[in-house]
């Protein structure tokens, strides 16, 4: 009995000395990346699946336990399961119909490789529960979505000689149909269970990783294998970019008219606006993918925006995908981000505060056609070809040098302010936008970044002449002359970043 005790006593004191050699062991492990973030930070969280989860999940580092695996003559199969030649993104074992055996499988496994790491004098992983299921994590994730725009699609469609095949193929009969590829989201969209289909992250990691694995075992170039690969953002702004990116050809339109898909609707003076002439081409050039415009399907946009809203749409007519100003898919939306690039946001972050909508404004988009002609592609391509695109504003002479602001001097000097200066460098700043250069043709344009309220002529009224000195009590949304001279000016500075809003930066203190 007395040696029992003895025995017992010893297995004890070793128990404790394994423990705490484990836990210096970890704490050696994951002091190095407290309070760092990483790309490849993935929460274990699966067994959510079967309800609530007891334990907090774990945060797990792929590319360390990559690393790790990789040095003991291991690879992703050591933890992944394959199916059909390919990488799949289940843990070996996984049983999603059974929680226990999901369970056991993860800490055999997990708990099983530590274990075996630590026998053979190896750095390793917790082996207790708490070391790995943590409430708050000591490393935050610094990934970065990662998709093809333009420039990484061609490298891919060159890397294959053209053979779009090798990715594309239908989502239901899995067969290669010429003309008619479609993005990934347009099968892999989340509605895998009712489809059949894996999610987008799912098919990704599938079938990218196997390919890039696949060409880097036959020594041909590929892409990454691991998470920093993609997911970080130094690594992104290290990919090699192609400048100008070839057109890619899928029978698209060079120009069309923008019409509803609807027979009777889309023929002359059944629609209540003008069609619009809109060049497919030049839009192409603007983006980096075609997933601005084309979210999930490559076909026409009114395929599935109708005139009323489809079950495809989710309910979203053609006008309103067209016209919604907080979507940067629509094409009003779009227009509104780039006014708020810099060297527009100095006149456009003011303007769309107070911005009227009005009957001009509309026809700039949907301009009449000459009377009884066909609308067709000829007409689209005349009309594009019709536009001026030169901004414009008036000559120098016309413009004066320089305005002395004095209403207000009383602890400063009148402010010089350059006015043909300061109209001259917005005219420099977008003189190669082709936006800018069709929505400002009108000489006038430019002033009313400034003379917002006034109409577009040569001569617009003076400040003074809406805001008083004293702001107007009965008119609290209109500031007084003051308040209307700064809010104008510094604001534009800030929203053109120009570091200028020091009061001596344009006043003279009065001596």
């Not at 004098?121 to 990934?143: E, F, L, M, N, W």
């Not at 098919?203 to 170039?221: L, N």
Request: glycine residues 6%.
């Amino acid at each position: 009995m007395e040696k029992f005790k003895t025995l017992l006593k010893w297995y004890n004191l070793t128990a404790v000395i394994v423990i705490l050699f484990v836990a210096v062991v970890f704490a050696s492990v994951e002091s190095a990346d407290v309070g760092k973030v990483r790309p490849d930070v993935i929460n274990i969280d699966s067994i959510k699946t079967f309800g609530d989860l007891e334990r907090p999940s774990v945060p797990f580092l792929h590319d360390k336990h990559t690393d790790a695996v990789e040095k003991s003559g291991g690879d992703c199969k050591t933890c992944h399961t394959t199916k059909d030649g390919k990488l799949s993104q289940k843990f070996m074992g996984w049983d999603n119909k059974n929680q226990k055996a999901a369970m056991d499988n993860f800490h055999i496994n997990c708990i099983g490789c530590h274990e075996d790491s630590m026998g053979k004098g190896q750095t390793s992983g917790p082996v207790a529960c708490a070391d790995c299921h943590q409430k708050s994590s000591a490393i935050s994730s610094s990934r970065q979505e990662m998709g093809l725009d333009n420039s990484l699609h061609y490298r891919h469609t060159e890397a294959y000689d053209n053979k779009c095949e090798v990715c594309h193929t239908d989502c239901e009969s899995h067969v290669f149909k010429k003309g008619e590829e479609t993005t990934c989201r347009h099968c892999h969209n989340g509605e895998q269970a009712e489809k059949k289909v894996t999610t987008l992250e799912q098919a990704a990691h599938e079938s990218c990783i196997t390919c890039h694995m696949t060409r880097e075992a036959e020594k041909e170039d590929s892409g990454p294998v691991k998470c920093a690969g993609c997911h970080d953002l130094e690594a992104q702004k290290s990919v090699k970019k192609i400048s100008p990116v070839p057109r890619m050809e899928r029978q698209q339109p060079d120009v069309l008219m923008v019409k509803t898909g609807n027979e009777d609707l889309d023929k002359p003076g059944k629609n209540r606006m003008n069609f619009v002439a809109f060049n497919h081409k030049a839009h192409e050039n603007y983006n980096d993918t075609c997933r601005v415009c084309h979210h999930e399907s490559m076909s026409a946009c009114n395929s599935c925006h109708t005139p009323e809203g489809s079950e495809d749409s989710k309910g979203v007519s053609l006008e309103q995908a067209m016209h919604k100003m907080d979507r940067d898919q629509s094409c009003i939306g779009c227009h509104e981000a780039l006014q708020h690039e810099t060297q527009c946001a100095g006149c456009h972050g003011l303007l769309s505060k107070n911005r009227k909508k009005d009957d001009a404004s509309c026809l700039m988009c949907h301009v009449k056609p000459p009377g009884g002609a066909q609308m067709d592609e000829s007409l689209a391509r005349m009309m594009i070809e019709q536009r001026p695109m030169q901004s414009q504003t008036f000559d120098a002479q016309d413009i004066p040098e320089k305005i002395v602001i004095k209403d207000l001097s009383d602890k400063y000097e009148p402010v010089d302010f350059p006015h043909r200066q300061i109209v001259n460098k917005i005219a420099q700043n977008i003189q190669d936008n082709k936006l800018a250069a069709y929505f400002h043709a009108d000489k006038a344009t430019l002033c009313q970044g400034c003379h917002h309220n006034s109409p577009a002529t040569k001569k617009p009224t003076s400040c003074n002449n809406c805001h008083g000195k004293p702001f107007n009590e009965k008119d609290m949304n209109k500031p007084g002359l003051m308040g209307a001279y700064h809010i104008q000016c510094m604001e534009c500075h800030t929203n053109m970043k120009i570091d200028n809003n020091g009061c001596t930066d344009c006043h003279e203190e009065k001596k």
